[in-house]
């Protein structure tokens, strides 16, 4: 009986896998490029290179010039090889980094120790944590630039790190050795991780400084893979910090935001920060920890309570605090970088939602029944939400790919302000309106960058009616006044849009801003942003979505009628 239902576990956790796998690799393959994936481009499309020498020539000269110009970050040249390559090779190498990822907070938190139901338990619950609560899940999983700086990033880290894990703690496993290819294979990737992320690779840095005194301190005799190990990731870590790049960065980024010299209040607003923006995007994951291990100490106690049971609560306290907490050398802070601290709350997460399941004996009632396929049942609603936002935002970016192949002079590349949640897509359009060097590269094609496009409405495929629909329009101001009214036969359903136009530049600002009532009138009042206030004209859409009908009213905006209203 227990043979069975192992085997039952088995096939459970492959047809898990097989699930999680073709969720991520629909998603990337979903996934267009995305701002800097423009930008570390060695080769473009229009240019057609077959010649693999060619290629290796073209890849290295692209990695060079980051690596002293920008970036040293090894995120950053495994984004220009990939960008060398058809995009479906990344799709799949980036699904099964995501599922290695899985792997290693099962490593962490229980080493070895991994029966078939832990690792049943482990793989749903960091995936479910993942999709419902990752505060930048797009920008670490599926950017293809994101994940390679966070996401692979982070796995080189950790498998560095995985035989400090083994032989810190409670069953100590020594995974290397005395064995020489290891060694140097740890000493390679040692060198690697070092150059991964600034504030990551220092906490783990401290850490393993932290355990080679600990060691001296208390007399233990350290294997020699310590050492040698720790020599080349602190070659890593200290070309990093001291490449021209990084200090060209640096200066950049001081400059922009106007860091002059610092003093202690400084550095105490910028700690404020961190924790601030911690704490608000990373509340969920934060509430979960503790309520997990709350309730898991509680049952725990009463059974047997050793040191293994805090071992990932101290790893969470010790890399979390000092991963953020160099956070307030930047001047900036993305929150991609509380990736480290992220991923020990799912370790802890993980490792307490196992131990309390086993330590419970909690059993399938009516209650765990419900809150189960509740939980099923939302996790499904956001892998489908997620996969609608990003089948979206690829069918508007092979459209507006094909139109800028298509068109010579009257195409403006616009943004895509559809996605509601920059947690699942973060489009990061900004980049390419203010650097349009970028897209022009791509396409070899020299275009004008709009501040706002047409989303969700495509208009050519819409009819147009004349309904006998009138509107006027005043303006007070910066304030455009427009009240009108249009047919019934266009009154269900309906949206209300504005667009400003002037001489050169068509400024679409297409948003959601009025609704028809039901007796056909409409009244609308729009404040103008300073970039349109040099628009000499603006258009007005009705738009009919169930039925594939607008009606258009334009207004001169030099006739406008200016008026005092209230």
Known sequence: MEEKCKSLLVRLYFIIDMVIFTFFLIINIHTPLIAEDYALLAIYPYEKVSNPIEILARMSAKVIKQMLTWNVRV????????????????????????LYFLLLIQLYAFKTERSIYRKLISTITAFSLIILCQPVLGE?????????????????????????????????????????????????????AGITNENTVGAVWIVYLVYIIWGKIKSKKHPLWIYTTFLFYTI??????????????????NNKIGVGKLTIYDYFIRACRVVGKFIYYDYMYILLTIILIIICYHFKKKVSLDISFFECLIMLFILGTLSSG?????PYIEIRAFFLTQFMMLV????????????????????????????????ALTMHNIFSVYSDYQNYCEKRNYAALMLKEDFYWGEYWKHPSERILNTREVLLRETPNFSQKYYNKDFDVIKKAIWDLEIDSYEEVSSGGN???????????????????????????VSFF????????????GEIQKDGAFTIKITTPEREKGAKRVMLYVVDRKQNKYERL?????????????
């Open 471 to 497: 509107a006027s329009i005043t303006k007070n101001g910066d304030d455009y006044f427009i009240d009108g009214y249009t047919n019934s036969e266009i009154v269900n359903n309906t949206d209300v849009y």
């Open 75 to 98: 995120g950053e040249q495994l984004s220009i090889v990939f960008g060398c390559f058809d995009k479906d090779i990344f799709n799949v190498l980036n699904t099964l980094m995501s």
């Open 236 to 253: 890593g870590f200290v070309f990093m910090l001291k490449a021209p790049s990084t200090k060209i960065r640096v200066d950049y980024y």
């Open 140 to 192: 670490i999983f599926f950017w293809k630039t994101g994940s390679t700086n966070y996401l692979w990033g982070m796995c080189i880290l950790l498998t560095f790190a995985l035989p400090l894990r083994f032989i810190i703690g409670e069953n100590s496993i020594d995974i290397i050795g005395n064995s020489v290819k290891k060694n140097i294979l740890f000493c390679l990737l040692g060198l690697v």
């Open 502 to 513: 002037n001489d050169r530049e068509v400024i679409y600002r297409f948003s959601d801003i």
């Open 326 to 330: 160099a956070l307030i050398l930047s």
């Open 348 to 379: 802890c997460m993980v490792y307490y939602m196992c131990e309390l399941l086993e330590c419970a004996k909690v059993k399938i009632s009516v209650v765990s029944g419900g809150i189960i396929v509740g939980l099923t049942l939302l996790l």
């Open 554 to 566: 334009d207004f001169d905006v030099l006739n406008i009628k200016t008026t005092e209203q209230k």
